[in-house]
C-alpha cells in the first residue's frame, strides 16, 4: 500500500510533491482513510446503501422520464 513516486530529470519538488498528490487521491487513500476513522455499524451502512439506491433511481427516473 505504499505509493512511490519517482523524480525525473527536470522535475521540481512541487512537480513531485504534485504528482504524488494525484496518485493518493487516485487510490483513494483518503477516502479510505475517513471512512476508517469512525466505526459504523453494519445497520448504519446497510441504511446508507439503500439511501444511495434510492437517490440513483430517483435521479433516472427524473432524466429518463
Not at 521540481?12 to 493518493?24: A, E, G, H, L
Amino acid at each position: 500500500m505504499s505509493i512511490i513516486v519517482k523524480a525525473g530529470p527536470g522535475d521540481s519538488t512541487d512537480s513531485v510533491i504534485r504528482k504524488f498528490q494525484k496518485r493518493v487521491v487516485a487510490e483513494g487513500l483518503v477516502q479510505e482513510i475517513r471512512e476508517r476513522s469512525v466505526y459504523r455499524k453494519p445497520s448504519q451502512l446497510r441504511q446508507e446503501y439503500l439511501a444511495e439506491k434510492r437517490r440513483k433511481i430517483m435521479r433516472s427516473r427524473r432524466y429518463n422520464g
